[in-house]
């Protein structure tokens, strides 16, 4: 090639590379995959050091830029990551516990889930697994426990299961199925769905958001049109161990339940903004529209510690347009955004966080790295009462039971873990007090302000 012509051909690569947006340090990056693929004594693949080199830019967010959320998803885990954001999961459909005591290794299945393969295949809360296709759970650690429980390899699991309250144990053959779970749960199970009302207070609704997903929406409005039919005069919003998830779902979730202003402003779910402070959307006005659900009732919102991102923003704007009384422990404090972006040619999904949510008065929810108690993040409640980590377990763990375990069988059930957790959490002589029909100082305390606002 003649010297003209190839520095015009360097010339023009030069050009392209400056004006095309493409820069120099991105071709130095490719060039130094390249050499790292033909000439590494470890010869690595392109495809291993592309997910290397994704992994590890993402990293740099989380490590140098407090930021722990944003992430590189592999092709390889893009059906697990895609099934959490839907709430699902390919399995048998139970939660299971492992009970130890001295070297005595235990499984129990805590409940199934209604019409799971599990439930349909007869388990029950209560029973014991003893073998998971042909090894003893006694002899494994949790790990491998969990591993058995979910490994695809085959379409049924075959459990040796030992029901509760019986002698022998019998096998039980389990097919895999994809599970979805409800985001939206009540008060207790009766029959074949749930209850959106306390069983000992029917006059005051309880609905438990567990999470916010691609379904919320539609079960918190069946859930509401429910509980209004059973003519309750208040009611309890639960997002306790609520971690977030949709931010489309939860902001609609919030104009079921926020009331129209007629103030500048009053009509605000979130602020979204971004690296630079520039509000990029007023995120969703609550807009009366014809056939539009809402509740005008009394309300307590219940918070902890695990109440996070999505639940934050639909706890501040309650609570910032006095819709709501707050209760609990002060949340999780996650005010950042993450989108998801979907990358060509198949090769996997970057979660990256792009912006924070400022609640309607302004202030913000993020706990940064350094925060203190005194600094402005999460959601304070409006009354708190904090719980030991042995009762907020207990809490937890109850409220489970009563919100899955069939009516048939939940009187039994609760009553078998209101002694374990005496023997556990309080001593001998505790017995179960408060307003509440069980051990739950603060949803006993969310009971009394609505009486006390009722009468």
């Known amino acids: 090639m003649p010297r003209f012509n190839f520095y015009l051909?360097?010339?023009?690569?030069?050009?392209?590379?400056?004006?095309?947006?493409?820069?120099?340090?991105?071709?130095?990056?490719?060039?130094?995959?390249?050499?790292?693929?033909?000439?590494?004594?470890?010869?690595?693949?392109?495809?291993?050091?592309?997910?290397?080199a994704m992994a590890g830019m993402a990293n740099v967010l989380s490590d140098e830029h407090?930021?722990?959320y944003s992430m590189y998803i592999p092709p390889s885990a893009k059906t697990t990551y895609q099934d959490y954001l839907a709430n699902q999961y390919e399995g048998l459909g139970m939660l299971t516990r492992v009970h130890e005591t001295g070297e005595e290794k235990k499984l129990f299945i805590d409940y199934p889930f209604y019409n799971s393969p599990a439930y349909r295949a007869g388990l029950r809360s209560g029973d014991q697994i003893l073998e998971i296709?042909?090894?003893?759970?006694?002899?494994?650690?949790?790990?491998?426990?969990?591993?058995?429980?979910?490994?695809?390899?085959?379409?049924?699991?075959?459990?040796?299961?030992?029901?509760?309250?019986?002698?022998?144990?019998?096998?039980?053959f389990v097919p895999r199925e994809r599970i979805q779970y409800e985001s939206v749960l009540g008060d207790y199970f009766s029959s074949d769905s749930h209850v959106f009302f306390l069983e000992a207070h029917p006059k005051i609704g309880y609905?438990?958001?567990?999470?916010?997903?691609?379904?919320?929406?539609?079960?918190?409005?069946?859930?509401?049109?429910?509980?209004?039919q059973t003519g309750v005069e208040s009611f309890i919003l639960d997002l306790r161990d609520n971690g977030g998830g949709d931010v489309w779902n939860c902001v609609q979730v919030a104009q079921m339940l926020m009331l129209p202003s007629a103030e500048s402003d009053g009509n605000v779910i979130a602020t979204i903004?971004?690296?630079?402070?520039?509000?990029?959307?007023?995120?969703?006005?609550?807009?009366?529209?014809?056939?539009?659900?809402?509740c005008s009732l009394p309300m307590v919102v219940l918070i902890d510690g695990e109440t996070a991102s999505a639940s934050e923003i639909l706890a501040a704007a309650l609570q910032d347009h006095h819709r709501a009384t707050v209760v609990g422990t002060r949340s999780f404090g996650k005010g950042i955004i993450q989108g998801?972006?979907?990358?060509?040619?198949?090769?996997?999904?970057?979660?990256?966080?792009?912006?924070?949510?400022?609640?309607?008065?302004?202030?913000?929810?993020?706990?940064?790295?350094?925060?203190?108690?005194?600094?402005?993040?999460?959601?304070?409640?409006?009354?708190?009462?904090?719980?030991?980590d042995e009762e907020q377990e207990a809490v937890v763990f109850y409220r489970e039971l009563r919100s899955n375990v069939i009516s048939a069988e939940r009187s039994v059930v609760l009553e078998r873990f209101r002694q374990q957790i005496i023997e556990t959490v309080f001593d001998e002589c505790a017995e179960f007090t408060g307003v509440a029909p069980y051990y739950d100082p603060q949803l006993d305390a969310a009971i009394k302000i609505l009486q006390e606002n009722t009468k």
């Open 207 to 228: 609905i438990w958001i567990t999470s916010f997903s691609d379904s919320t929406v539609e079960e918190f409005g069946h859930a509401l049109e429910r509980m209004m």
């Open 9 to 52: 051909l360097l010339f023009a690569i030069v050009a392209y590379t400056l004006t095309s947006g493409v820069t120099l340090r991105d071709r130095l990056l490719v060039s130094a995959l390249h050499r790292i693929e033909r000439r590494a004594y470890f010869e690595p693949s392109a495809k291993e050091l592309f997910e290397g």
């Open 133 to 172: 296709d042909g090894t003893a759970v006694a002899d494994e650690t949790d790990l491998e426990i969990f591993r058995l429980l979910k490994q695809k390899e085959r379409p049924k699991t075959h459990l040796v299961v030992l029901p509760f309250g019986q002698t022998e144990s019998k096998d039980v």
């Open 273 to 294: 903004r971004d690296r630079n402070g520039r509000t990029l959307l007023r995120h969703r006005r609550y807009v009366l529209t014809e056939g539009t659900q809402r």
């Open 340 to 388: 998801i972006i979907s990358l060509p040619f198949q090769s996997g999904i970057l979660q990256l966080t792009d912006s924070e949510y400022r609640r309607p008065n302004g202030a913000g929810i993020h706990r940064k790295q350094n925060a203190t108690d005194s600094d402005d993040w999460g959601v304070i409640p409006d009354k708190i009462v904090d719980l030991s």
């Open 66 to 68: 407090d930021d722990g």
